[in-house]
């Protein structure tokens, strides 16, 4: 009975076609290849919101493939009878397989409603987005979300709620356990397994909401202010051990903040997001050398500079208003 | 097993009170010297006839079978509605209106009626019961399932959970202690709506038996049955609070306290 569930979840894998996910991926390691002069001298890259004049890969020496690509998504909210609300305009972007990608921008802005239309959680009103070439109509395994209000299943335990994923995959109860207990210790709740989500600190729900979607094997996180209910300290730390399992395997990720510090601490790249209506300002490409540390970190000159640009960049405009 | 002093302060407490409600009884029956109002001795004095009495028994037990049946059938039907409804906005816009006029009318008053189309026997009882029981069971469901958070649901869909299984498997247990709310609730009115519906429909059970003595004046066995259904009640309630401290173990506040560590 396990056995046949077993099969039956490995047959349904989320993709059907393997023939269009390859041509996509062909196709977009040849598109940066000509858009790579916008670097400036100080391996900052201040471009435009054409998606066709940014696009370059990250810092790698060898062209990235595109995983994500966003052409054209606009969202429009009803607000109240006959008021429209613009929330995302005719934005578009590319996301590179293996990237940390920040999008930054203050409350409003709609840049968490960008992520949830990755997500295929909301759909655009207009425009598209893709992963891999395929058209995101919903929700799918590939794409892991993290959210600010961690959403864990309260009824499960650690243990239950890090194995949900597996088990809802297919993988054997025993095979599940095995990977889950592993996750957690990698998340730092080693001798949590049976606790209850209540029983839990901000700061370790959200070690444990990470811990639950890693489990999955997402090809991309999408990270909703992950650290944006957690209190200082505990930001600190989480961003942290975010960057130490992020360097191990390098999983896509998309990460919304509205702290310019933590786009600039974690990314390889910063998408700058203005309001009414949500438009990208600007793309950054953060040069910094990994892995990075914390402490060495906010004393790089380099790093200082990013924080204050963007700052400035954001004062700037009178419409967007600076992040907090 | 050792009780602590607060334990047993605890335990004892609910029984001191049943004891503080029979004395008071008792001194206000001596001095009301009333024939329609027995003393507390008298009517426990009356409580191991009715037990003792095989066709009391029988009825007894026939009142406790249809209520088991009224609110079993009323939870299965309930509990699934009221997650749609909560779900759904469609779904809730259908059958809201037609809750809210039936939620005010007192169950009972419709029990002429239905013992025109259905007779007076145990199918209109249990009906009576059924629909007292739901009502604040589909509430109840409904609240609870409009409340989940719709992250949560993300999470699932991103797990893969189809529509259905985001209900099943997510919604309801979200929801659970919101819907045992409603199923204590609803069990209380089971006891209440099983009574009165033997009240209009004389033929059988507690209630029965209750009208019976009263129209025959044994008023020791009016209150002795009172004390009967009300020791039910406590009975029936505490059981469930059991079971639902269980299921919902996750939810209650004696976990309410955080550790401090990031």
């Known amino acids: ?324 | 097993m050792m009780m602590s002093p607060a334990v047993l302060t605890r335990r004892a407490a609910p029984v001191l009170a049943c004891i503080g409600l029979l004395a008071v009884w008792q001194v206000a029956s001596l001095a009301l010297k009333n024939d329609s109002f027995p003393t507390a001795v008298e009517a426990v004095r009356a409580i191991p006839d009715i037990l003792g009495d095989k066709e009391s028994l029988t009825n007894i037990l026939a009142s406790l079978r249809r209520m088991a049946i009224g609110f079993g059938v009323a939870v299965l039907v309930s509990i699934p509605l009221g997650l749609l409804m909560g779900r759904s906005r469609a779904i809730a816009a259908f059958f809201n209106p037609l809750l809210m006029v039936i939620y005010p009318v007192p169950k009972a008053a419709l029990m002429p009626i239905i013992m025109l189309w259905l007779g007076v026997g145990d199918v209109t009882k249990t009906l009576v019961i059924f629909l007292g029981v739901s009502l604040p069971v589909i509430y109840h469901s409904f609240e609870g399932a409009k409340a989940v958070e719709e992250k949560m649901l993300w999470s699932g869909a991103a797990m893969g959970l189809s529509p259905a299984q985001r209900l099943v498997r997510i919604v309801l247990p979200a929801a659970l202690p919101e819907i045992l709310t409603g199923c204590r609730t609803g069990l209380v009115l089971a006891l209440i709506t099983m009574i009165t519906s033997e009240m209009i429909a004389r033929q059988s059970g507690a209630g029965n038996i209750l009208f019976n003595a009263l129209d025959m004046g044994q008023y020791d066995t009016v209150f002795a049955m009172i004390i009967i259904v009300g020791a039910m009640g406590i009975c029936l309630d505490a059981i469930f609070e059991r079971v639902r401290a269980r299921l919902v173990r996750w939810s209650e506040p004696q976990f309410d306290m955080p550790l401090s560590f990031s």
């Open chain 1, 1 to 324: 009975m396990k056995a046949q569930q077993n099969g039956r979840g490995s047959n349904d894998a989320p993709h059907g076609c393997e023939n269009d996910r390859l041509s996509g991926r062909l196709l977009a390691k040849f598109v940066p290849l000509n858009v790579r002069a916008s670097e400036t001298e100080d391996g900052m890259t201040v471009v435009p919101a054409r998606p066709s004049e940014w696009m370059s890969p990250v810092t790698s020496q060898e062209p990235a493939s595109a995983i994500i690509e966003i052409n054209h998504v606009s969202q429009v909210f009803q607000t109240s009878a006959r008021k429209d609300h613009l929330a995302l305009s005719d934005i578009s972007l590319t996301i590179e397989e293996g990237a940390f990608v920040s999008i930054l921008g203050p409350s409003g802005c709609g840049k968490s409603t960008l992520l949830y239309i990755v997500g295929g959680f909301v759909s655009p009103t207009s425009g598209m987005a893709k992963i891999r070439g395929h058209a995101i109509t919903a929700p799918g395994p590939d794409r892991g979300p993290v959210f600010q209000e961690f959403a864990l299943f309260p009824w499960k335990t650690v243990l239950g709620n890090v194995m949900y994923g597996p088990r809802q995959q297919g993988v054997r109860t025993a095979e599940a356990e095995a990977q889950s207990r592993a996750l957690i210790e990698m998340v730092g709740l080693k001798g949590f397994e049976n606790f209850f989500p209540k029983e839990l600190s901000g700061g370790m729900k959200q070690r444990v909401a990470l811990a639950r979607t890693l489990a999955y094997h997402p090809e991309v996180l999408l990270m909703d202010e992950p650290f944006g209910a957690l209190d200082a300290h505990t930001r600190t730390r989480l961003q942290n051990d975010l960057l130490n399992i992020w360097e191990r395997d390098r999983k896509t990720v998309l990460f919304v903040t509205h702290s310019v510090d933590e786009a600039v601490f974690l990314s390889d790249k910063v998408v700058m997001m203005s309001k009414s209506p949500g438009r990208i300002r600007q793309v950054i490409d953060i040069d910094l050398p990994r892995p990075r540390r914390r402490n060495e970190l906010l004393l790089d000159p380099q790093y200082q500079k990013y924080v204050v640009d963007i700052e400035r960049m954001f004062d700037e405009s009178d419409e967007a208003g600076a992040p907090t």
